[in-house]
T-cell receptor, first 118, second 113 residues
Framework: EAQVTQNPRYLITVTGKKLTVTCSQNMNHEYMSWYRQDPGLGLRQIYYSMNVEVTDKGDVPEGYKVSRKEKRNFPLILESPSPNQTSLYFC?????????????????FGAGSRLTVL | KQEVTQIPAALSVPEGENLVLNCSFTDSAIYNLQWFRQDPGKGLTSLLLIQSSQREQTSGRLNASLDKSSGRSTLYIAASQPGDSATYLCAVGLSGSARQLTFGSGTQLTVLP
């Protein structure tokens, strides 16, 4: 089954304790992206990647890191989490750059990772 | 900077009603617009995608329209069912941009049996 898998789905942690949220897709998609969703603010893009070793900042990259060493994986790293990073996180992928001049393909989303930082 | 607004934030209707969800955007230079459905504990599922050159798209009981000049899109749901209860988000893709979609904050729909 074609899917985007995120882990963990739920996590409670404390301020300053480094954590990684993994994201893996099995569709050979070039494009991957991380979003956070907060009440009243919709989804905001954190980082995106157009291919292996190519990453760029989204709208709210502060406090996050990403890497794209393999095409299928796009982990989100919080080096020193803070309470304002408590949120619902989504990873998504597509075969092309959705929204750009060449792409009209649909994004496939993971089920989300709910993170609480105390 | 593109801003996407969805009003109302929440909507409750009795089963069987036809309803319209609204989405507005500030920059008309969009490449496409998508409507998504979000269920609790699940990711987003794309419902309809409208290219900027199109006026509407239909899928079953759903019809999405796009008016670029006025910066508006609507999602029409016919004969609503309790299973339609979810949060609906619209998102616009910008022309010539390397960025992904800009999302609205969503409308939470409850269809009462």
């Amino acid at each position: 089954e074609a899917q985007v898998t995120q882990n963990p789905r739920y996590l409670i942690t404390v301020t300053g304790k480094k954590l990684t949220v993994t994201c893996s897709q099995n569709m050979n998609h070039e494009y991957m992206s991380w979003y956070r969703q907060d009440p009243g603010l919709g989804l905001r893009q954190i980082y995106y990647s157009m291919n292996v070793e190519v990453t760029d900042k989204g709208d709210v990259p502060e406090g996050y890191k990403v890497s794209r060493k393999e095409k299928r994986n796009f982990p989100l790293i919080l080096e020193s989490p803070s309470p304002n990073q408590t949120s619902l996180y989504f990873c998504a992928s597509s075969s092309r750059q959705v929204g750009g001049a060449t792409g009209a393909n649909v994004l496939t989303f993971g089920a989300g990772s709910r993170l609480t930082v105390l | 900077k593109q801003e996407v607004t969805q009003i109302p934030a929440a909507l409750s209707v009795p089963e069987g009603e036809n309803l319209v969800l609204n989405c507005s955007f500030t920059d008309s230079a969009i490449y496409n617009l998508q409507w998504f459905r979000q269920d609790p504990g699940k990711g987003l599922t794309s419902l309809l995608l409208i290219q900027s050159s199109q006026r509407e798209q239909t899928s079953g009981r759903l019809n999405a329209s796009l008016d670029k000049s006025s910066g508006r899109s609507t999602l029409y749901i016919a004969a609503s069912q309790p299973g339609d209860s979810a949060t609906y988000l619209c998102a616009v893709g910008l022309s010539g941009s390397a960025r992904q979609l800009t999302f609205g904050s969503g409308t939470q729909l409850t269809v009462l049996p």
